[in-house]
């Protein structure tokens, strides 16, 4: 009995410790989000006037995850150049109509001219010779785009056609690119990636092929359904295409092998070019949906290049009926869509109504990429509301929106979204490209929107609560956050005790 007794003293002076230590633990933390918030409201308010002290602490901040990044824009121009060191390419440093070669552009073919030789430099030639190394870097990207007078193609036209310049060298090691981007995630308190890596298989039969191409604009749903039906039944039913979804799975899952680690996880999202015929666009998304039934790592289907083209304006609605109709074989499958990257003027008016409409209620999107046309939509509040209370994030990338829409400060939608409770997330679109970072665009949408220190943390937690991320892994990630952020406002607080202000 008095064993018992003892027993019974030992386990409630346990419970009594253990229920100390966590309130003093939760007063530590209260105090820790207490200093942060006061810290962070003079940093964003100007009483703190320090730009370089504002980067620092979004370098700190954690940032959950980046949703919105395509793999190939997200490499700097200068590890696209090392690489064409070890692919033993060329980039040409003149036009020549005779050779017909451009400058820029790199040659892929070991067996070229004697006088084409000489006009196509080695990686150790292009950074020797200063002059035109820099000349690389501002065409493969955005870099010094601003900052000087030079002649100039319109920023949506630079920024696209980067692309094509360093797509050679893009392909020379998916590892070494995926381990690149997790090291930077990391060195910035990331931790999950959600890329856009690899464009999803098409087949081409040109007799089906056809058919779609040739669906008149106002074809009804049931005619579409039709020849879409025809299509996904022979790609169903060849072994050629499944070994092809197959083997684009498989790429994949070779590609991010030993990348996950226990503070760092990455996804990713298959896609197809919308600025491609109507049928290559249709086979690209049904490998896109199938092959997400045959990795986990696979997580869900995007649709991508410029939305003002000629023919992602001509058959926009025809693809979200393609998605529409996909969903229905594979209801599991999420989808994220740019839609919106517009700008008034970019397009005649009635392009800029329907397309974030389109995206959320015609393919079922769960994200949209962009959505900065919103107040130009045909039934923007609705629409608004159909977000809010559906939860459909809208993937913010301010830098990218500020270069080829020119849409920058109270022009851009985000105040709109934030008015309407439409939940955010920040994010980069192309950082390799763009040369910027996640914790520079946090920077930007602290100094520009001024969201509470509250506000900013939901910002950061919704990267995680709209990934997708399975339920358990998600919840897994949620709790890792919240201990990267007691971490965090534990140095803050440390910070504005010891010394106090850094201004
Ligand atoms: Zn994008």
Not at 271 to 287: D, E, H, K, T
Request: glycine share 4%; proline share 3%.
């Amino acid at each position: 009995m008095r064993r018992v007794l003892l027993l019974m003293i030992i386990m409630l002076q346990a419970v009594i410790a253990f229920a100390e230590e966590s309130s003093i633990s939760n007063q530590v933390r209260q105090r820790n989000l207490k200093a942060t918030e006061q810290y962070y409201a003079q940093l964003i308010s100007g009483t703190i006037n320090n730009g370089a002290e504002l980067n620092l602490i979004m370098t700190m901040l954690p940032k959950g995850a980046d949703l919105h990044n395509h793999y190939s824009g997200s490499l700097y121009a200068e590890t696209y150049i090392d690489w064409l060191e070890k692919l033993k390419y060329c980039i040409y440093n003149e036009n020549d109509a005779v050779l017909q070669v451009e400058k820029f552009r790199i040659e892929t073919k070991p067996l070229i001219s004697e006088a084409g030789r000489k006009k196509c430099l080695t990686a150790d030639a292009v950074r020797n010779d200063k002059a035109f190394y820099r000349e690389v870097l501002k065409r493969w990207s955005n870099k010094d785009y601003n900052n000087h007078y030079h002649e100039q193609n319109a920023p949506d036209q630079q920024f696209f056609d980067t692309f094509g310049y360093f797509s050679a060298a893009s392909n020379y090691s998916a590892r070494e690119g995926l381990n690149i981007l997790k090291v930077r995630a990391k060195a910035e308190n990331l931790q999950y990636l959600e890329t856009m890596f690899k464009s999803a298989p098409d087949i081409n039969n040109p007799n089906l092929a056809k058919q779609i191409n040739d669906l008149p604009q106002n074809a009804s749903e049931k005619d579409i359904y039709q020849v879409l039906s025809a299509y996904a039944d022979l790609m169903a039913s060849d072994p050629d295409t499944q070994q092809k979804i197959t083997n684009y799975a498989k790429s994949i899952e070779e590609a991010a092998a030993g990348v996950d680690d226990s503070e760092f996880k990455i996804r990713f999202l298959s896609y197809v070019s919308r600025n491609n015929p109507p049928a290559q666009v249709f086979s690209g998304l049904y490998s896109a949906f199938a092959c997400t039934q045959k990795s986990k790592l696979l997580v869900g289907v995007n649709i991508v290049g410029p939305e003002n083209g000629y023919v992602a304006m001509r058959d926009y609605k025809l693809h979200m009926h393609m998605f529409k109709f996909l969903k229905q074989l594979f209801p599991s499958t999420k989808l994220s869509l740019h839609a919106g990257e517009l700008a008034l003027g970019m397009v005649p008016p009635e392009g800029l109504t329907f397309h974030i409409h389109d995206a959320v209620e015609v393919a079922g999107a769960k994200r949209i990429g962009h959505g900065v046309d919103i107040g130009h939509e045909s039934n923007a509040l609705e629409l608004l509301e159909v977000m809010k209370t559906q939860k459909i994030a809208v993937e913010v990338n301010l830098t990218s929106n500020e270069f080829i829409l020119g849409i920058k400060n109270e022009a851009h939608p985000v105040n709109l979204y934030r008015r309407y409770h439409v939940p955010l997330v920040i994010s980069t679109d192309d950082p390799g490209v763009s040369r910027n970072n996640l914790s520079s665009e946090y920077a930007l949408f602290v100094s520009r929107y001024k969201p509470t220190y509250n506000e900013l943390k939901e910002v950061v937690y919704n990267s995680i609560r709209y990934s997708f991320l399975q339920e358990e892994e998600k919840a897994i990630e949620l709790k890792a956050l919240s201990r990267r952020f007691d971490r965090f406002e534990a140095s803050i607080a440390k910070l504005t005790r010891t010394g106090g202000k850094l201004n």
